[in-house]
């Protein structure tokens, strides 16, 4: 790993040089601003340490050239001058952290550089997933074409042209809804549970046949998304950093834009539920912090299934859920997290939920159900 020091403090410069280098970094040192750009662009360092009172170019000027030429490379800020004005304004020209001198312990900056540098790692990560995302979707978008259109071919002989549709809709939406399980290992039949379990809350909550169906035939897409977050992410046992959380948070929007732009029904419908199925009924949800009715009833239905089901299956990072530890939490966040009226109708016909949930076992996993 390389660091760039920008200081017009020679001694202080070498210093902090000194003290990288015996930590294992390359280090690279400039007196003033524009000795400091010129090396940025010569070495394209990892992270920059840098002065604000500089001669020839402060820096702020620093900043916005190194901001501008490469937004990933974090950049500290370590000065000692006006402390809190200046760190706000080093924030907004691009600052990702700010030290003030004198620094009285080297292993606070080191601590600093180490985080700098994991931010980074994690936003040029998630960068080149979002940069392959449209490629990747296009050629498996390609490819389930294409089989779609085989078993289109096959069915055209006894089967009229809108059931021919509606049944290669069907199949593409599981086939993408399994994508996303093959890759998150601990939810094998994830999708045909919230499936099924958003179709028996839609018909016993006054939807038409027709609008229960068409959720049931999109709900296993609400989780599409994922297919643009990283594995690391994704399967992670451990708990999520705020960074990665912000991340896998990203996959309700990807999901939305990778279904919204088909005029059928169906797959509006699954874009709908894939951006809205994080959304909380008292506006405390993401992406977009709707509240109560003004969130899609489909994505208040589908929430409701896709927690239930998360709670009582066993993941990567848990164990699963007894029943009545779910019951209590569903009772708790009624009005809450969860659209009151939907909650009732799940509590009221428990009993035909978990059936749905027994239909539909994980073959490694065990479900619980103590009540």
């Not at 990665?244 to 948070?249: A, C, D, L």
Request: glycine share 6%.
């Amino acid at each position: 790993m390389r660091i760039l020091i920008i200081d017009d403090e020679r001694f202080l410069c070498q210093t902090i040089a000194d003290f990288f280098e015996d930590m294992g970094y390359e280090c690279e040192t400039a007196f003033d601003g524009r000795q400091g750009v010129l090396a940025f662009e010569t070495t394209r360092p990892d992270v920059v340490l840098c002065d604000l009172n500089m001669p020839e170019l402060d820096g702020f000027g620093v900043l916005d050239v190194i901001t501008h030429k490469s937004p990933e490379t974090p950049v500290i800020v370590v000065s000692g001058v006006g402390v809190i004005t200046d760190a706000i304004r080093a924030v907004r020209h691009g600052a990702w952290d700010f030290v003030t001198k004198p620094i009285r312990d080297m292993n606070v900056l080191e601590h600093r550089v180490g985080k700098a540098l994991e931010r980074a790692d994690l936003l040029r990560q998630n960068r080149r997933y979002r940069e392959h995302l449209e490629e990747e979707v296009k050629k498996r978008t390609a490819d389930l074409r294409r089989e779609a259109n085989e078993r289109l071919e096959a069915q055209r002989k006894v089967h009229v042209l809108n059931e021919e549709i509606i049944n290669t809709q069907k199949e593409l939406i599981m086939l993408l809804g399994d994508v996303v399980e093959h890759r998150s290992k601990e939810t094998a039949n994830h999708v045909r549970r919230v499936a099924e379990i958003s179709h028996l809350l839609a018909t016993l909550s006054g939807l038409d046949s027709t609008e229960a169906d068409i959720l049931r035939m999109a709900s296993p897409m609400h989780d599409v998304g994922k297919i643009a977050i990283p594995d690391s992410i994704l399967n992670k046992p451990a708990k999520l950093t705020g960074e990665e959380y912000e991340i896998i948070k990203s996959h309700t929007l990807i999901g939305f834009e990778i279904l919204n732009h088909s005029k059928r029904r169906i797959m509006k419908a699954a874009a709908i539920t894939a951006l809205q199925h994080h959304e909380r009924w008292d506006g405390k949800g993401y992406p977009h912090g709707l509240a109560g009715e003004d969130i899609h009833i489909f994505g208040r239905i589908t929430c409701i299934a896709d927690v239930f089901d998360a709670l009582m299956q066993k993941r990567i990072y848990k164990d699963a859920w007894p029943l009545d530890q779910v019951l209590d939490l569903y009772r708790d966040q009624r009005g809450s997290q969860f659209d009151p009226t939907l909650t009732d109708i799940l509590l009221d016909h428990i009993d035909e939920v978990v059936a749905i949930t027994q239909r539909y076992p994980d073959e490694s996993q065990t479900l619980s159900t103590n009540g």
